[in-house]
């Protein structure tokens, strides 16, 4: 777990239209998760409920999808405009073309490293987490910030396992997890 600790427990997931939602039922607690894939990867936002609780994939261009759009199973999707920052800094803003159910004004990325807060404008919610993606940034979002937990899942070496990298929010330091089929 992010800043130590053990947990065991089960994965359910399951797809809903164009997204995918799980439930972890574990020693720590129940938790529930909304996904969209990316290039062989799925990123998952995870919160203790589906309230509030949301992911968008920003590409290298502004690109966006996010979930959950108006209706449960669907993305939104729209464009961000890239804001003029200093050198490094990366932050999007909704342009004159941005579909009006996106939550947020904008978005910025703070810190360094795998694992970035996501400074979150405009929206029902200040913080989010972000990782990177192939072609961009995974960014998730929850009511509490503490509770706000981003995973990204990839196939692993032995079939039907997966390795899953993620992190909670207020702990720097991501984990690393190898999941295998219950059975």
């Known amino acids: 777990m992010p800043g130590g600790g053990t947990y065991t427990g089960t994965i359910a997931a399951r797809e809903v239209g164009e997204t995918v939602e799980l439930a972890w039922d574990t020693t720590a ?14 990123y998952v936002a995870c919160g203790e409920d589906g309230d509030g609780l949301g992911l968008a994939l920003v590409g290298g261009r ?27 800094e990366l932050r999007w803003e909704a342009g004159p073309a941005a579909d009006a159910g996106f ?16 400074g979150l404008a405009g929206g029902p919610v200040a913080r989010g987490l972000a990782l990177p993606t192939a072609v961009g940034w995974a960014v998730a979002w929850y009511p509490r910030f503490d509770q ?9 070496r032995e079939p039907g396992t997966w390795v899953a990298l993620w ?17």
């Open 62 to 88: 502004g690109e966006l999808r996010w979930t959950p759009a108006p209706e449960r199973g669907t993305v939104g999707a729209s464009r961000l405009v890239r804001a003029r920052v200093p050198s490094g």
């Open 167 to 183: 992190a909670l929010g207020g702990r720097p330091d991501p984990a690393v997890e190898l999941l295998r089929p219950a059975g």
């Open 103 to 118: 939550p947020f004004a904008g978005l910025a990325l703070e810190g360094a490293g795998e694992v970035r807060t996501a």
């Open 148 to 156: 706000t937990v981003i995973l990204r899942y990839l196939p692993g």
């Open 29 to 42: 607690g129940r938790y529930f998760g909304i996904g969209l894939a990316e290039r062989g990867a799925w």
